[in-house]
């Protein structure tokens, strides 16, 4: 007897699908960051980053300087001015430029005690004296001055018409060619800041140190 069948059912076998990458093709992927997004929208975000931090440093830049700028405007420089620091001492002369940091003043005076004479011009019937700063110093300094905008307390143009500027005046008529350097005294280095005080009636417990 035959027991083989003849209509036996087929056995289903799953189909393999197909790779979605082909042989020879190219990956079609872009690459990926570490947060999974793509790198050039890492990198857009990094250069987003920098531009906003750039434009916060130019901000706070422009404001500095414009207000730098608009103490430098209130400079007459037609006149003098006296600049006061915060240990009392007091320089007289010409504010060529005022920055966050510095004060620069050339063509400078200062007020010591001492006798009147040729290279010195009295302020009053005492014995106050305005001195020119230069070559009467024993330091022999450049007439020029660069001071730390932090020891300044403030500064004010002065009228001409002021005892400091005509003694200024006076000083300068006397002295048309500048104040003799063959005599240098240290007499004029003393205390110029305790003189200061007195004659314009400052506090101050810190002497300079300048030598001025």
Not at 33 to 58: E, Q
Request: net charge positive.
């Amino acid at each position: 007897m035959d027991f083989r069948q003849t209509n036996s059912t087929p056995v289903n076998r799953p189909e393999v699908a197909p790779s979605s990458v082909s042989v020879g093709q190219p990956n079609l992927r872009r690459p990926r960051g570490s947060n999974g997004l793509p790198k050039w929208l890492n990198l857009l975000n990094v250069v987003i980053l920098f531009g906003v931090a750039a434009l916060l440093i130019l901000l706070a830049f422009s404001f500095s300087r414009s207000d730098n700028v608009s103490e430098s405007k209130l400079v007459d420089h037609s006149q003098y001015q006296a600049v006061f620091l915060n240990n009392g001492q007091v320089y007289f002369g010409n504010v060529s430029s005022i920055t966050s940091s510095y004060v620069r003043m050339v063509n400078i005076y200062y007020l010591t005690q001492g006798s009147t004479s040729a290279t010195t011009a009295s302020t009053s019937n005492s014995d106050y004296t305005l001195v020119k700063l230069g070559c009467q110093q024993i330091h022999y300094p450049y007439d020029q001055m660069i001071i730390n905008r932090s020891q300044v307390t403030f500064w004010e143009n002065l009228n001409q018409n002021g005892k400091v500027v005509q003694s200024i005046k006076s000083f300068q008529k006397q002295n048309p060619n500048g104040p003799d350097c063959s005599k240098v005294s240290t007499s004029t280095q003393s205390s110029p800041t305790a003189a200061t005080q007195a004659a314009t009636g400052t506090q101050g417990t810190t002497p300079s140190t300048s030598g001025k």
